[in-house]
């Protein structure tokens, strides 16, 4: 098994590969391809290629989708352009709604940067999943993450609807995490874990039957969180998973306090980073 960072915040020791803000992972694992977010622009693609992952990317099994900003999704239409079969796209409902952010005072649209008919002409096959479920053999979809640990969803600067006289606070109840099986326990991947890092880890284990979480990989959406809250999901993430992989929208006060907790059995994520089932193993 191997999971691959095609896109992330962090630039690569490779000068070839284009960094952005946005999130991409392939994991290539018996036989199957599975693409875990889309980045934001199409350099998912050309990483891919750079990497000599193009092959793969072309021929993938099905296409996972976390949430519907743009940094997850900017990278679809490039990516359906590449593809050389049909593939399934899976996102929860409401996957599609518009959203805004205001932070920093200025009003900008983050949803998904194309509409569902524009990416159907591309070729894009929908799969709405409302409940958990396993897509192909060892990868299972968390279904809708309940607010368990982490009762809060997201920040106050990001909103749900098109205009800010209409938006409210965005639940984030379109998103979803994924956990890959492997012989020494679950691979969970979170987009953002607007919905809390904690809950997404409960939510996918939970999907997958219960096994054991070997290692969390994405972003843990805690760059505007207040040091008790950091201290608390570090320590139950520490509880909940040997190794951590994380970067994106973590920020960089919980990557150092990950650092500091999990020592050897943490990694701060950058464009090119690569997993690989024998680390997992051993």
Known sequence: MEITAL????????????????????????????LFDAGASDAVVANADQLGLGEALARLDAIVLSHGHYDHT???AALLARLRRPTPVFVRPGFFRPRLSTRGGAVRAIGVPFSRE?????????VESAEPREILPGFFLSGEIPLREETAAGEPELLLGATPAEAIPDPFTDEQALAVATPSGLVV??????RGIVNSIIAAQAAAGGAPVRTVCGGAHLRSADKTRIDRAVERVRGLVHRAALGHCTGQPAIARFASVFADDF???RTGWCWHAAEASS
Do not use: K
């Open 189 to 194: 991947l979170a987009g953002c874990a607007h």
């Open 74 to 76: 900017g990278g679809l």
């Open 118 to 126: 524009a990416l159907e002409a591309l070729g894009a096959r929908w």
């Open 7 to 34: 896109i992330e915040n962090e630039p690569a020791s490779d000068q070839r590969l284009r960094n952005e803000h946005g999130l991409s992972f392939l994991i290539v694992t018996r036989g199957s391809r599975v």
């Open 267 to 269: 990694e701060s994520l």
